[in-house]
């Protein structure tokens, strides 16, 4: 299947995010560049030359990691257990729920809570992050987020996110499990389950989405945490058992060319970066403040991403294997920058 194809098909589909309509046509043009640059994959002499740090200085190389460890079974079992709470969009009783739930696997670790109340055109809602701290030996912080919400909107349907929403909770779950135990050698490991990244309102409507990590850049800007965040790694939409994560325009190339490195260490690399899209997602406020930000997102859910915000977003389209393969090319990733 032709690559350019799907883009040209798919960009003018991708509102979700996609700030406004008139960008289409610019979009267009972006995207026949994109799909001529993308058409041979991640630049290969890139890859060697980061791939190869001991070629200019041998005696500094880091032992080789071993390769992540992630439990893809426990990983899909959390997922069927948020799923199973039903809707849980902000200021429901299954929302509070879900947050429970995250809470109750995160009772031996460093958690803190960003809790505020949002005002929007639908009322005022209570908003929540939820932040699990593995400290590190270096001075730095690496942030792995996922929303928890699920779409507002859709709040009366059937619609139980499990791609969107608990897919990539679940998978910062089992990340948990892999980063409990001894102070771990590099960076500090932060594990973010934001809140009210939904829109209030279908189509997408910017001013009132991801209010949650709106809210915590604003607070590490003011604070002086943001300086410490070495990179933002987003989860979102990961569970497709066709697995496809996008390059994703807003994300900062360097760190876009290290997952696929980490990815190709793994043998996974034909899941990544084959299609481009431009994402509006939780990524975008440390985008804004200079924070290395990368957006993993498989924004193409059944055809034409038929599943995406609609009740047949279900557990039965999912597979464990993309949890295997999304968490542990994180971990390898984050790997990669303890040695960076
Ligand atoms: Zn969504």
């Known amino acids: 299947m032709g690559t350019?194809?799907?883009?040209?098909?798919?960009?003018?589909?991708?509102?979700?995010?996609?700030?406004?309509a008139f960008l289409t046509l610019g979009l267009l043009l972006f995207s026949c560049t994109q799909a001529r640059n993308t058409a041979a994959g991640p630049n290969p002499s890139?890859?060697?030359?980061?791939?190869?740090?001991?070629?200019?200085?041998?005696?500094?190389?880091?032992?080789?990691?071993?390769?992540?460890?992630?439990?893809?079974?426990?990983?899909?079992?959390?997922?069927?257990?948020?799923?199973?709470?039903?809707?849980?969009?902000?200021?429901?009783?299954?929302?509070?729920?879900?947050?429970?739930?995250?809470?109750?696997?995160?009772?031996?670790?460093?958690?803190?809570e960003d809790a505020f109340t949002i005002e929007t055109t639908e009322g005022n809602f209570p908003v929540r992050n939820l932040l699990?701290?593995?400290?590190?030996?270096?001075d730095g912080i690496i942030v792995i987020a996922s929303h928890y919400d699920t779409n507002y909107p859709l709040r009366d349907t059937s619609y139980v996110g499990a791609n969107?929403?608990?897919?990539?909770?679940?998978?910062?779950?089992?990340?948990?499990?892999?980063l409990r135990g001894p102070r771990r050698e590099g960076y500090s490991v932060w594990l973010l389950w934001d809140d009210a990244e939904e829109s209030m309102r279908l189509p997408w409507f910017d001013p009132e989405s991801l209010y949650g990590v709106r809210h915590l850049a604003q607070k590490?800007?003011?604070?002086?945490?943001?300086?410490?965040?070495?990179?933002?790694?987003?989860?979102d939409m990961i569970g497709d058992a066709?697995?496809?994560?996008?390059?994703e325009t807003n994300s900062t190339p360097w760190l876009e060319q290290m997952i696929y490195q980490a990815a190709t260490g793994l043998g996974y690399?034909?899941?990544?970066?084959?299609?481009?899209?431009?994402?509006?997602?939780?990524?975008?406020?440390?985008?804004?403040?200079?924070?290395?930000?990368?957006?993993l997102i498989?924004?193409?859910?059944?055809?034409?991403?038929?599943?995406?915000?609609?009740?047949?977003?279900?557990?039965?389209?999912?597979?464990?294997?993309?949890?295997?393969?999304?968490?542990t090319v994180t971990l390898a990733t984050v790997q990669k920058l303890d040695h960076k």
């Open 132 to 138: 699990a701290k593995f400290p590190g030996t270096e």
């Open 298 to 327: 498989d924004f193409d859910y059944g055809y034409n991403n038929v599943f995406w915000h609609t009740p047949q977003d279900t557990v039965d389209k999912l597979s464990p294997k993309s949890l295997e393969i999304v968490g």
């Open 242 to 247: 066709d697995l496809e994560i996008e390059r």
């Open 269 to 295: 690399q034909s899941h990544f970066f084959a299609r481009t899209s431009q994402i509006e997602d939780d990524h975008i406020p440390f985008v804004e403040r200079g924070v290395p930000s990368a957006d």
């Open 4 to 20: 350019a194809g799907r883009l040209l098909v798919k960009k003018p589909l991708t509102t979700r995010r996609l700030r406004i």
């Open 46 to 112: 890139v890859v060697a030359q980061s791939a190869s740090p001991a070629s200019s200085s041998p005696d500094l190389s880091p032992a080789p990691s071993p390769p992540p460890k992630f439990d893809s079974s426990r990983a899909f079992q959390y997922v069927k257990e948020i799923v199973a709470f039903g809707p849980r969009p902000i200021g429901s009783q299954n929302h509070r729920k879900v947050e429970d739930y995250i809470l109750s696997h995160l009772k031996q670790d460093s958690v803190e």
């Open 164 to 178: 969107d929403g608990a897919s990539s909770s679940a998978l910062l779950l089992e990340i948990a499990n892999q």
């Open 220 to 235: 590490w800007q003011a604070d002086g945490t943001i300086k410490h965040i070495k990179a933002f790694l987003l989860e």
